[in-house]
């Protein structure tokens, strides 16, 4: 792990950010928890229908992909919370609140659920954080990555590219990918170019009971947060680094 890492950048990439969970329940999960939290979370609220709550309940068992896809989403104060029949999600509304904020909005959410008593296990839990590094061209942005790609005898240089590795580290699962020449639309409508980012990093914890995971999850979040948030920086050049302008403390 990175020995010292920046507490903040001047230059923030960042365009999305998200806890989720996964889990089992006596009944779905998608039924309780929107009335609860509405009633229960602080601030202004409105409840979002999803298309995929219109979807056989038999498709959403049957498909993979769509096990633990949200059917409902809440939109809270800075943050929106997806449910679905088997998983939540706390991701942020941009601009990045900081982890100051973050976390507390995850562990306030994730309490209110234990007062419901439907969940039986959790199966695992992870941190998404996906940034896109400014870079005009295809060299600039094969060059902001602390990388090198050879395929045959041939060395990426300037080449579009996508890259997906699994990266296991300190008993969790980095799913790191990588984009050139990406564009990402924000929250606000506005749009950026350059290379994106995307780090998920992944606790899989089998099948633990709820009440145990969530007396642990404090601490728990904090080293998943700071092993994402290195794993991000390893990602890049020494060079990409100073060109975001970071701040230490």
């Given at each position: 792990?990175?020995?010292?890492?920046?507490?903040?950048?001047?230059?923030?990439?960042?365009?999305?950010?998200l806890f989720e969970m996964r889990f089992t329940s006596v009944i779905p999960a998608s039924s309780v928890f929107p009335g609860v939290l509405f009633s229960k979370l602080p601030h202004d609220k409105t409840i979002e229908r999803l298309p995929t709550e219109q979807l056989p309940k038999a498709l959403l068992e049957s498909e993979p992909n769509l096990r633990f896809a949200p059917l409902v989403r809440l939109h809270w104060d800075?943050?929106?919370?997806s449910i679905g029949d088997r998983s939540l999600a706390v991701s942020c509304k941009m601009p990045y609140p900081g982890w100051g904020t973050f976390k507390p909005a995850i562990l306030?959410?994730?309490?209110?659920?234990?007062?419901?008593?439907?969940?039986?296990?959790?199966?695992?839990?992870?941190?998404?954080?996906?940034?896109?590094?400014?870079?005009?061209?295809p060299s600039d942005q094969v060059m902001a990555i602390n990388g090198t790609v050879v395929l045959g005898n041939h060395k990426l240089k300037q080449e579009i590219f996508s890259l997906r590795v699994e990266i296991p580290k300190e008993g969790l699962l980095h799913a790191v990918q990588i984009t050139s020449s990406a564009t990402a639309?924000?929250?606000?409508?506005?749009?950026?170019?350059?290379?994106?980012?995307?780090?998920?990093?992944i606790s899989d914890l089998g099948s633990l009971d709820f009440g145990n995971w969530l007396e642990r999850l404090p601490d728990q979040l904090e080293l998943m947060h700071l092993a994402n948030k290195a794993?991000?920086?390893?990602?890049?050049?020494?060079?990409?680094?100073v060109s975001l302008e970071p701040i230490y403390e």
């Open positions: 792990m990175t020995d010292k890492l920046p507490t903040k950048l001047k230059k923030e990439p960042l365009i999305d950010a800075k943050f929106l919370i306030n959410v994730v309490e209110q659920l234990r007062e419901i008593g439907i969940i039986q296990a959790v199966h695992r839990f992870s941190m998404k954080y996906i940034d896109l590094i400014p870079a005009s061209s639309t924000l929250q606000d409508g506005s749009s950026r170019e350059g290379i994106i980012v995307d780090i998920d990093s794993m991000f920086f390893e990602c890049l050049r020494p060079e990409t680094i």
